[in-house]
């Protein structure tokens, strides 16, 4: 048989087909490379900006509630607005603990903020922080360099509340037990009268200052606030009253037993121990007043007291009596200092007064 057909003709073999090269070449994968990069910016561009925004409302929102911290020049700070809530400023600038705080900031940096607001001026004001605002500005006055010309601060978001700025000033030392019954007393009584706190007098002021305390602690409060209201500037040094012979006191006071008479009394007083011993006799007065009646509490003995003699700090405490001086007691010749030593022991004991020109 034949494979032609009838015309004449066999079929067509089909065509050898070669397969087409669909390899990319050196431009389209250049073009290729550069779309897949371009899509993968804009992916990454799209994440950032969601992530920026996102970091942005968080700042802002910590801003609004006073969580960021700022760096603030301490000539644009001011403590002329809220009044401290320590009494004898100056000696506390100037004492021990304020030298141990300046050590610290000296070697190890400021470690915790102060906390400011802006005053109706626009100006800032102080709130928290004054033993660290005054360590600073000590080491600026006193080395001129610029890293103690600063100060790390927590800002107060929008108009503050004014007794609130007074809250948050005393909290933080209340917390430590850092503030005498005097002092918080003070703050009450200084509150009572800021014309920006509407209300309420100062025995009234203490809940609304310490309602975190104990009641029994907002108590002892009260009986200071009435104790310096009552006796104004006979009482020198407030801070000195212990606990209980402040609220003996208080309670006399109260009872209307001879106040003209103690505050006559105070005012003859020069040194911390003569106005303790003026206080302690008024309260015994009144033991001896108020026969068949439970007597007062006997006044325990101050755990502590400060005072100066000269240039010379003593701080005095059960088994210690510290003296500090800016002289070199280790110059003193021995001899000398041993006889100084006897003759404040004899003073002590009564055995006789020390001859200061025989030292």
């Known amino acids: 048989m034949t494979s032609k057909n009838k015309f004449g003709f066999a079929p067509i073999e089909p065509l050898e087909t070669k397969s087409r090269d669909r390899s990319v070449g050196p431009m389209g994968a250049a073009v290729r490379e550069a779309a897949e990069s371009l899509q993968e910016t804009t992916e990454a561009k799209v994440e950032q900006r969601r992530q920026n925004a996102e970091d942005a409302k968080k700042f802002r929102a910590a801003e609004a509630e006073g969580r960021v911290l700022v760096t603030v020049p301490l000539a644009e700070v001011s403590t002329s607005d809220l009044p401290r809530d320590r009494l004898e400023l100056d000696a506390v600038a100037a004492s021990d603990e304020m030298e141990e705080l300046k ?184 033991d001896k007043s108020a026969p068949g009646k439970a007597k007062a509490r006997a006044p325990k003995a101050q755990e502590k007291f400060e005072f100066r003699v000269g240039g010379l700090k003593v701080t005095a405490r059960k088994g210690e009596c510290r003296i500090v001086g800016k002289d070199d007691f280790a110059a003193v010749p021995k001899d000398r200092l041993e006889r100084a030593i006897k003759a404040f022991e004899a003073a002590l004991k009564g055995d006789g007064k020390p001859r200061i020109g025989s030292l």
């Open 103 to 286: 050590s610290s900031i000296r070697e190890r940096g400021q470690k915790e903020p102060i906390e400011l607001y802006r005053d109706a001026a626009g100006g800032l004001q102080l709130k928290k922080g004054w033993r660290r605002f005054t360590a600073l500005s000590q080491l600026w006055a006193e080395t001129q360099d610029d890293k103690f010309a600063t100060v790390i601060a927590r800002l107060e978001a929008g108009e503050g509340d004014r007794i609130g700025r007074y809250v948050d000033m005393v909290e933080e030392n209340v917390v430590r037990e850092n503030l005498t019954f005097a002092e918080m007393a003070q703050v009450a009584i200084t509150a009572a009268r800021d014309e920006g706190v509407e209300g309420d007098e100062a025995d009234a002021m203490v809940q609304r200052l310490y309602g975190s305390l104990h009641k029994t602690k907002r108590s002892y409060v009260r009986a200071f606030v009435y104790l310096l209201e009552e006796l104004g500037d006979a009482l020198k040094w407030p801070k000195s009253v212990s606990r209980n012979l402040g609220v003996d006191v208080s309670r006399g006071l109260r009872a209307g037993q001879g106040a003209d008479e103690l505050k006559a009394e105070l005012q003859g007083c020069f040194e911390e121990t003569e106005q303790a011993r003026v206080l302690s006799e008024y309260v015994a007065r009144l």
